[in-house]
């Protein structure tokens, strides 16, 4: 049995948002963590002060710079998930609109929000490039593991790292943090470092920020003692660099009893029809054989379990040609498919006439599924040119 996390409260103030920063000699990259977006993950937390005791008592020299955040602080406080709002899904261009121009705080968690945009966009002031990298745990035992919205920059820097990758995962959330700095064209990876309680996630968390801040050249790895340790950690896990797509997720309804069957591990291979869990005391099977992904054992939360769908190299070395080519006007071809005049980045899609496919043709060419709005599907492209937030 691993060993869990200390129970203890962790008491933080807001006006100690920013854990840490650090300072390079050249005009080097910009590292940010966040950590504890979700209250009740203290992992990263934990692992962002080892890496600041680190830094401080070796007197580790940077070539860039790196700010470590503190997410939301009220609810790292109570030891819960959020108060009032999840604080990864409130990052929607609507919702930034409403920041902007917000004079007091519509709940606990806008005040926590104000704060971070604030502080990400002081931070942008730097030459950069900007690595953007949010800690996270997860409810089911896992092995770490990256998500990423699918742009060409992403996958290259999580290449560095011996773990899995999910894919497209921002198809079924509404409003995270990371795919909103990415619209801005920067490198952003959400780093899941196993279970919230699993001290192992400490443990993999600070590896995966030291790697983070040696793949990024933000630190030499000979400037830090030790390095080869951390090099280890995420290495010895067995795992290997592969990529992983949603193709199922199961929605938990509002006033639905759901049970998740006990046992389940993330990326567990599940075959079609096996029993994964209970509605209101009912059975639900497996619609599709993959494996199973974020199961969910916590009362918050309205996404049961996702199925993956493993993707071959063939696939990823297509998308990656195509993306290149910058043929993706050709997609306008298709029917039911136009340009939205308002955003560059945008196609708008009806439903009704291009079926056939278009979900994988879109992600091969870099697209994601976005919103429904006005029964059309916008799919918005992820290769982003560098904008001012
Ligand atoms: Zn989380």
Known sequence: MSKTISKNVLHFSHDNRVLGSFYGTDNGPTVVIFSGIHGNEKAGVHAAQLVIDKIKRDNV?????????????????????????????????????????????????????????LIIQEILKEP????????????????????????????????????????????????????????YGHIALGFEGGAHHDESSIVSSEAFIWKALVHSKCVAASNIPGYLHYENVLKNLGCEYQFFEIKYRYQVSEKEHFEMLKGFENFEPISKNQTLALSDGVEIYAPDGGRIFMPLYQKLGEDGFFILNKISRFWLGASLTLRKLKINHVLRLIPGVKKDPDNNYTLIVDPRIARFMTKQIFHLFGYRQQILKDDKLHYIKRDRKLTEL
């Open 128 to 183: 950069g490039p900007f690595y953007f990298l949010d800690l996270h745990t997860t409810s089911a035992s896992s092995v770490p593991f990256i998500t990423i919205s699918d742009s060409l920059n992403n996958r290259k820097f999580s290449a560095n790292f011996p773990i899995p990758v999910v894919l497209g995962i921002e198809e079924y959330l509404d409003g995270p943090l990371l795919t909103f700095i990415n619209e």
């Open 61 to 117: 020299r940077f070539i860039g710079n790196l700010h470590i955040i503190l997410g939301n602080i009220n609810a790292l406080n109570k030891g819960i998930r959020f108060e009032d709002k999840d604080l990864n899904r409130v990052w929607r261009n609507s919702d930034i609109d409403n920041l902007r121009n917000e004079t007091t705080h519509k709940n606990l968690e806008s005040r926590e929000q104000k704060d971070i945009f």
